[in-house]
């Protein structure tokens, strides 16, 4: 079974978990799944079709109907929205867009069938140790300060040519935790067997070894 060989790393926003995905992914020679992109990708497309953003059924039919991309650069039906799935429009509905049960259902099997046709995979997201892929060997909770997160996504913002407050970027991010970790469906929460990773002190390079590590004993020398 491909679940044998995931890395499942869940947190909030702006707590790190792309940069050590790609570390740990790097490392092991897994590929990276980044579930976020996929909630932003059908966001966008929901926006751009006009559908009223809490038609859950709506959603999930656009959810299932798109092609996604999920190499590198994220496609959406043939076209790159690798920025535009990160601008403060799609940002501001995401959470909406994702706590429809009927949404979440149409990607956790995109995702179940994307770990199979690569082989095991880091994802990424906010329910893959306790909802996608809960017989992943490792599974990561990775948490920071607010204020540490609120940092790195303003980071985040000035490199993608926007200027924004950084009381601006907090409220944001608490706006979207409450949601994530309040919502119905697959709610944001760390799992039983998850170990939690304080981001806040610790270098990437630190985080990527921990978890590599338990990966190889979790696994045996076959990794
Ligand atoms: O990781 P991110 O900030 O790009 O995620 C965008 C949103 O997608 C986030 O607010 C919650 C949602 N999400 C989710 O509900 N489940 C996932 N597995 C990944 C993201």
């Known amino acids: ?3 044998e060989k995931v890395v499942a790393i869940d947190g909030p926003s702006g707590s790190g978990k792309s940069t ?23 966001t966008l497309a929901a926006l751009d079709a006009g559908v009223d953003l809490t038609n859950g059924v709506a959603i999930a ?22 920025a535009e799935i990160r601008t403060p429009r799609v940002t501001a509905s995401v959470s909406t867009v994702s706590a429809h049960s009927g949404v ?4 956790v099997a995109r995702q179940r069938e994307w ?34 997160r609120a940092r790195r996504r303003q980071r985040d913002e000035v490199a993608a040519n926007r200027s ?16 994530d970790s ?20 610790l270098s990437v390079v630190e985080i990527v070894t921990d978890i590599v590590a338990r ?3 979790a696994t045996g020398p076959r990794s």
């Open 20 to 42: 050590v995905a790609r570390g740990v992914g790097d490392a092991l020679g897994l590929a990276v799944l980044d579930t976020g992109a996929m909630y932003r990708a059908v």
């Open 104 to 107: 979440r259902g149409e990607l």
């Open 182 to 201: 309040g919502r119905a469906a697959s709610p944001l929460r760390i799992a039983d067997d998850a170990i939690v990773i304080d981001a806040t002190h």
């Open 215 to 217: 990966f190889r004993t």
């Open 164 to 179: 924004v407050a950084v009381d601006e970027v907090r409220n944001s991010l608490a706006r979207r935790d409450a949601i």
């Open 61 to 82: 039919a656009i959810a299932a109907k798109v092609r996604m991309e999920l190499e590198g650069d994220i496609y959406l039906d043939g076209r790159d929205v690798s």
């Open 1 to 3: 079974m491909s679940d």
């Open 115 to 148: 770990v199979v046709a690569h082989d095991g995979g880091v994802v990424e997201g906010r329910d893959i140790g306790t909802v996608v892929f809960p017989a992943a060997p490792v599974k990561v909770y990775l948490e920071a300060s607010e204020g540490e």
